[in-house]
């Protein structure tokens, strides 16, 4: 079983570099299967296409609400440091996972297939709608006051975005990025608090 896991995941990984060097469009296959050190036949005996295969790989290599434990954060006192939390761990999480992020949006650019680009906009939006549902459950339980919850999420996130895209530009260490990550947490904590807290 570990084998089996072992090739998938050469095959992820191969899939990441060929895309990264050729694009979308040139990423072969061949080249794909040779990269992971696996026999053509076998990407289309598991997979059936290219396009399946690129969907997969979608669903395996970039961000996933499996990584923000709810329950965890909902044992934290109160909802400032639900906020904190929930913040914190999605800006790393979107952090780590730029570099995959920015290949497959690249991809998108040069690829028409619906289905490819509604896979990789899906992943993204799912820690949005994950956080919108979020800041519904606590003004259900009488935490915060009611509000548009989805725009609020959008505005978060997209400012969540753009911070990691620059930090994963620059060219720094860990104690840099852990910067950027609490002065981002700590400015939009302060923000939903300030706008959703009750008096």
Not at 12 to 40: D, F, P
């Given at each position: 079983m570990?084998?089996?896991?072992?090739?998938?995941?050469n095959?992820?990984?191969?899939?990441?570099?060929?895309?990264?060097?050729t694009?979308?469009?040139?990423?072969?296959?061949?080249?794909?299967?040779?990269?992971?050190?696996?026999?053509?036949?076998s990407?289309?005996?598991?997979?059936?296409?290219?396009?399946?295969?690129?969907?997969?790989?979608?669903?395996?290599?970039?961000?996933?609400?499996?990584?923000?434990?709810?329950?965890?954060?909902?044992?934290?006192?109160?909802?400032?440091?639900?906020?904190?939390?929930?913040?914190?761990?999605?800006?790393?999480?979107?952090?780590?996972?730029?570099?995959?992020?920015?290949?497959?949006?690249?991809?998108?650019?040069?690829?028409?297939?619906?289905?490819?680009?509604?896979?990789?906009?899906?992943?993204?939006?799912?820690?949005?709608?994950?956080?919108?549902?979020?800041?519904?459950?606590?003004?259900?339980?009488?935490?915060?006051?009611?509000?548009?919850?989805?725009?609020?999420?959008?505005?978060?996130f997209?400012?969540?975005?753009?911070t990691?895209?620059?930090?994963?530009?620059?060219?720094?260490?860990?104690?840099?990025?852990?910067?950027?990550?609490?002065?981002?947490?700590?400015?939009?904590?302060?923000?939903?608090?300030?706008?959703?807290?009750?008096?």
């Amino acid at each position: 079983m570990r084998r089996v896991t072992d090739s998938r995941e050469n095959l992820m990984n191969a899939i990441l570099e060929q895309v990264r060097e050729t694009g979308y469009k040139n990423a072969t296959t061949k080249k794909i299967a040779e990269r992971a050190g696996m026999n053509e036949a076998s990407i289309f005996r598991i997979f059936g296409n290219k396009d399946q295969l690129f969907l997969e790989a979608v669903y395996q290599k970039t961000i996933s609400t499996d990584e923000i434990d709810l329950d965890v954060i909902s044992s934290l006192p109160d909802f400032r440091a639900r906020v904190d939390c929930f913040l914190d761990t999605a800006f790393y999480l979107y952090y780590r996972q730029m570099a995959i992020f920015r290949i497959f949006m690249l991809s998108i650019i040069e690829e028409t297939d619906t289905k490819y680009r509604h896979a990789v906009f899906s992943r993204v939006q799912s820690i949005i709608d994950l956080f919108c549902n979020f800041l519904q459950d606590e003004c259900d339980k009488g935490n915060i006051r009611s509000a548009d919850f989805s725009m609020i999420s959008d505005i978060v996130f997209s400012a969540l975005l753009i911070t990691a895209l620059r930090v994963t530009g620059e060219k720094h260490g860990e104690h840099s990025i852990r910067d950027s990550a609490n002065e981002f947490v700590q400015k939009y904590t302060d923000f939903l608090c300030r706008r959703l807290m009750l008096s």
